[in-house]
Each structure stands twice: as structure tokens, then as C-alpha cells.
Nanobody, 123 residues
Framework: QVQVVQSGGGLRQPGDSLTLSCVAS?????????MAWYRQAPGKERELVAS???????KYGDFVKGRFTISRDNDKNTARLRMNALEPDDTAVYYC????????????????WGQGTRVTESS
């Protein structure tokens, strides 16, 4: 069984910075192909914020515009999202997603979501 546990989030003022973190834990994790952050604002669909493969390739949502940076530690199965210049439209629940998790001795791949972390920007 694999779990993804998130930390960070909270209430911020416009222009503030914030870092979200997540860690994937479980027995025999060998590799996690992609770790990503998604967000879902009230009344809207979940959207990709940023993703990073184990090889270091990154992808960002168009709305990021250089404000956010994703990083990960493959050895520790952790990912971070550094968010700068926060805006009211960044208010959402942010989810960490670990995709294509390989485990020693297992043939199937897992996809696991974190529990979600609320980020609120006061306007």
C-alpha cells in the first residue's frame, strides 16, 4: 500500500509565497515516474499546476507564468511546490499526485493522490 501525505497550505495575502510538500510512502517503492501538483477551485475542474518526472522533465499550467517551481527528491519520494507572487485566483485545494509508482516485486503500477491542502488568498 502506498500513501501520499501532503503538508503546507493556509491563508495568505496577495503577493505572498508558500511551499507545499508531499511524500509518498509505502513498502518497496522502486520508482515514481511522475509527481505532480493539481488544484481545484470552487466550481471548477481539477487542473494541472506542475509535474516533474523522475528524469527531471517539468510541465506547468499556463497560468503559472513563472511564479511556481516544482522540485522533487527521487530518493526520498518527495515533491515540493514553491509558489511565489500568489494571487486571489490561486485559491484552491491543491493535490499531490504520484503516478506510475513502481514497486519491487510487483508488476502493476499505482497512481495515488494526496489528501488535498487548501490554499486561500485573501483579496
Amino acid at each position: 500500500q502506498v500513501q501520499v501525505v501532503q503538508s503546507g497550505g493556509g491563508l495568505r495575502q496577495p503577493g505572498d509565497s508558500l511551499t507545499l510538500s508531499c511524500v509518498a510512502s509505502g513498502e518497496n517503492i522502486f520508482n515514481i515516474h511522475s509527481m505532480a501538483w493539481y488544484r481545484q477551485a470552487p466550481g471548477k475542474e481539477r487542473e494541472l499546476v506542475a509535474s516533474m518526472t523522475s528524469g527531471g522533465m517539468t510541465k506547468y499550467g499556463d497560468f503559472v507564468k513563472g511564479r511556481f517551481t516544482i522540485s522533487r527528491d527521487n530518493d526520498k519520494n518527495t515533491a515540493r511546490l514553491r509558489m511565489n507572487a500568489l494571487e486571489p485566483d490561486d485559491t484552491a485545494v491543491y493535490y499531490c499526485h504520484a503516478a506510475d509508482i513502481q514497486r519491487c516485486g510487483a508488476t502493476s503500477l499505482l497512481d495515488v493522490w494526496g489528501q488535498g491542502t487548501r490554499v486561500t488568498e485573501s483579496s
